[in-house]
């Protein structure tokens, strides 16, 4: 018997899972289901962001992952420069400044999974 821990639409599920045997022959179901859902895991918190939010925001274009962080908080980014690197689809697709301004928040991390539309950072 191996045992598996299964997350399906965000409902977790512990699993045991039986091995047939040696002689490829069936083996019988138990009656009752080995599936018992447990308590799905928190969501992390989103990470803090760093200073105060400018009041122009970069935005996801696809969901997809955080590959690369390109900028960090104060520095200066001209219209078309990096921000972030998001991983879609082994796709990487720069996020990049919508004008030129200064970087006022990142609120992202590497590897946090992100939807189209997420606030990634902002300018002043």
Same mark, same amino acid.
């Given at each position: ?20 045997? +040696?002689?490829? &022959? @069936?083996? *019988? /179901? =138990? $009656? !009752?289901?080995? #599936?018992?859902? %447990? +308590?799905?895991? &928190? @969501?992390? *918190? /989103? =990470? $803090? !962001?760093?200073? #105060?939010?400018? %009041? ?5 274009? *696809? /969901? ?61």
């Amino acid at each position: 018997m191996k045992n598996y821990t299964i997350t399906v639409n965000g409902s977790v599920y512990d699993v045991v899972v039986e091995e047939g045997a +040696a002689n490829g &022959a @069936p083996v *019988a /179901a =138990p $009656a !009752a289901p080995k #599936a018992v859902p %447990k +308590a799905a895991p &928190a @969501p992390a *918190a /989103a =990470p $803090a !962001a760093s200073g #105060a939010q400018g %009041k122009i925001k970069i935005e996801a274009g *696809a /969901a997809g992952k955080v590959f690369k962080i390109e900028a960090n908080v104060g520095q200066a980014v001209k219209k078309g420069d990096a921000v972030v690197i998001v991983e879609a689809m082994k796709m990487e697709i720069p996020v990049v400044a919508p004008e030129d301004g200064t970087v006022a928040s990142i609120n992202v991390a590497v590897g946090d999974a992100v939807e189209a539309g997420a606030l990634l950072a902002t300018l002043n």
